[in-house]
């Protein structure tokens, strides 16, 4: 009797495990699954394309079941924007993009170039119209907007409709305006698949409800190469390092401005280093140019060295910045600067010792005794002192001016008076009186 007793609870004990172990199981399933968060914010460049690029190779490496693009971008670089594209569509893993406020511009490239596509209630995709507005810059544009739309399954039209002006949709957008939607307008239309407000309802709607969360964060050296990458801010820094040089030249000793330029300049490369698309060799080679300058700086006149360094230091600018574009633009501003701060330091900044070596600053000064040839000759029959021993020659001082002189052969000593008989040239003769 006791004996099947015990078989009786054993039988209720292996049932309970039955019906408790598979919901354990089902729970330790759920936490193995991992949804990797990845912000998209601010302005579309080459750090934000570097900063993706390397997450998205964390996430696989990871095993991420699931990968969300969370972005807010007003928009960027079309070609930074293409490898993004590129580097989430080749990534090899469920990839979902999670508009939080807005996707403008080159956002919504990113944006549809995820499987799915959810938006926070309140949030708009669209306006992704090139700048220039070029009829060959819209054409290529919406052409790749049009190819990855039909990739992921969404309406080639309607996404083209974003970034081309030119196209009607009716129902949807008139001819001549840029199309525009809000998250329930985007769903409605395919653009998006679903609205969510938190990462809860979108890891519930993704089926990882209960899914390990993981968010990737921008270090500081991302968030520097995001801004010094910014076109306006590269400009701006390249602007201050060669106005600040140029200032340090003229201005007499070593000073805020020399210090504001080296650090406008190494800003500028590391910032562009840290980004991804320059390396040492362009440092180098501006370092190479400022020598160059220094050594042009020690020698008189403007040779070798002085084209030599300037070249140098356009080259590495080229070198480091994100497009010839832009660095044409942040010469060009750095340029107009230097004009500007020249021609005041000119006027109003005490001088640098190496001042004088680019411009001539030598005077001939009246009170030196240096007249023209008009002066001269009207010094004929003035009278005035000796200032020194006349054996022939000397110095006189002949109307308040001290000037050279030379007598026919007499001998006239300091303090004696002299007249001035004659004009030769350059030659004023005098006799002692």
């Not at 196209?167 to 679903?194: C, M, Q, S, W």
């Not at 400022?290 to 600018?317: N, Q, R, Y």
């Given at each position: 009797m006791g004996a099947k007793r015990s078989f009786a609870k054993i039988g209720v004990i292996m049932m309970l495990m039955a019906l408790i172990l598979p919901a354990f199981a089902g729970q330790a399933y759920a936490q193995d699954d991992m949804v990797y968060y990845i912000p998209v914010r601010g302005e579309v460049n080459p750090a934000l394309k570097t900063f993706i690029s390397v997450e998205l190779e964390k996430a696989y490496a990871a095993g991420a079941s699931a990968v969300v693009l969370e972005i807010s971008t007003l928009g960027g670089r079309v070609d930074s924007a293409l490898e993004i594209s590129d580097a989430i569509i080749n990534s090899g893993l469920d990839t979902v993009a999670y508009v939080k406020d807005r996707?403008?511009?080159?956002?919504?490239?990113?944006?549809?170039?995820?499987?799915?596509?959810?938006?926070?209630?309140?949030?708009?995709?669209?306006?992704?119209?090139?700048?220039?507005?070029?009829?060959?810059?819209?054409?290529?544009?919406?052409?790749?907007?049009?190819?990855?739309?039909?990739?992921?399954?969404?309406?080639?039209?309607?996404?083209?409709?974003?970034?081309?002006?030119?196209?009607?949709?009716?129902?949807?957008?008139?001819?001549?305006?840029?199309?525009?939607?809000?998250?329930?307008?985007?769903?409605?239309?395919?653009?998006?698949?679903?609205?969510?407000?938190?990462?809860?309802?979108?890891?519930?709607?993704?089926?990882?409800?209960?899914?390990?969360?993981?968010?990737?964060?921008?270090?500081?050296?991302?968030?520097?190469?995001?801004?010094?990458?910014?076109?306006?801010?590269?400009?701006?820094?390249?602007?201050?390092?060669?106005?600040?040089?140029?200032?340090?030249?003229?201005?007499?000793?070593?000073?805020?401005?020399?210090?504001?330029?080296?650090?406008?300049?190494?800003?500028?490369?590391?910032?562009?280093?840290?980004?991804?698309?320059?390396?040492?060799?362009?440092?180098?080679?501006?370092?190479?140019?400022?020598?160059?300058?220094?050594?042009?700086?020690?020698?008189?006149?403007?040779?070798?060295?002085?084209?030599?360094?300037?070249?140098?230091?356009?080259?590495?600018?080229?070198?480091?910045?994100a497009s010839v574009q832009q660095a044409v633009v942040s010469l060009l501003l750095s340029i107009i600067l230097s004009v500007v701060l020249i021609t005041i330091l000119l006027k109003f900044a005490p001088r640098s010792k190496y001042f004088d070596r680019l411009i001539l600053s030598t005077q001939q000064n009246r009170d030196e005794g240096y007249l023209g040839m008009k002066s001269l000759a009207s010094l004929v029959d003035s009278e005035g002192v000796a200032l020194t021993p006349l054996r022939p020659a000397g110095t006189a001082e002949v109307e308040g001016k001290r000037i050279d002189v030379v007598t026919l052969g007499e001998y006239i000593q300091a303090g004696d008076k002299v007249k001035v008989i004659k004009v030769e040239g350059n030659r004023i003769i005098v006799r002692s009186l």
């Amino acid at each position: 009797m006791g004996a099947k007793r015990s078989f009786a609870k054993i039988g209720v004990i292996m049932m309970l495990m039955a019906l408790i172990l598979p919901a354990f199981a089902g729970q330790a399933y759920a936490q193995d699954d991992m949804v990797y968060y990845i912000p998209v914010r601010g302005e579309v460049n080459p750090a934000l394309k570097t900063f993706i690029s390397v997450e998205l190779e964390k996430a696989y490496a990871a095993g991420a079941s699931a990968v969300v693009l969370e972005i807010s971008t007003l928009g960027g670089r079309v070609d930074s924007a293409l490898e993004i594209s590129d580097a989430i569509i080749n990534s090899g893993l469920d990839t979902v993009a999670y508009v939080k406020d807005r996707a403008i511009s080159a956002g919504v490239l990113i944006t549809i170039s995820a499987e799915k596509v959810a938006m926070a209630p309140g949030s708009s995709i669209g306006s992704a119209e090139t700048i220039p507005y070029t009829e060959k810059n819209i054409s290529f544009w919406a052409g790749e907007l049009r190819k990855v739309a039909e990739l992921r399954g969404r309406d080639a039209e309607i996404v083209a409709a974003m970034a081309d002006r030119d196209i009607e949709i009716p129902g949807v957008i008139e001819k001549g305006k840029l199309l525009n939607l809000t998250a329930a307008r985007a769903v409605e239309l395919g653009v998006a698949d679903k609205t969510a407000s938190s990462r809860s309802e979108l890891n519930r709607w993704l089926g990882f409800e209960n899914a390990k969360v993981v968010e990737a964060q921008e270090s500081y050296q991302v968030k520097l190469a995001k801004i010094v990458t910014n076109q306006v801010v590269s400009s701006l820094l390249l602007a201050l390092g060669f106005g600040g040089l140029v200032a340090e030249l003229f201005i007499a000793g070593f000073g805020i401005a020399g210090t504001i330029g080296l650090l406008s300049f190494g800003l500028f490369f590391a910032g562009n280093m840290l980004a991804g698309h320059a390396g040492w060799s362009a440092v180098i080679l501006f370092v190479i140019g400022i020598i160059l300058l220094l050594v042009e700086l020690s020698i008189p006149g403007f040779g070798f060295p002085g084209v030599g360094g300037i070249i140098s230091i356009m080259a590495s600018i080229f070198m480091a910045s994100a497009s010839v574009q832009q660095a044409v633009v942040s010469l060009l501003l750095s340029i107009i600067l230097s004009v500007v701060l020249i021609t005041i330091l000119l006027k109003f900044a005490p001088r640098s010792k190496y001042f004088d070596r680019l411009i001539l600053s030598t005077q001939q000064n009246r009170d030196e005794g240096y007249l023209g040839m008009k002066s001269l000759a009207s010094l004929v029959d003035s009278e005035g002192v000796a200032l020194t021993p006349l054996r022939p020659a000397g110095t006189a001082e002949v109307e308040g001016k001290r000037i050279d002189v030379v007598t026919l052969g007499e001998y006239i000593q300091a303090g004696d008076k002299v007249k001035v008989i004659k004009v030769e040239g350059n030659r004023i003769i005098v006799r002692s009186l």
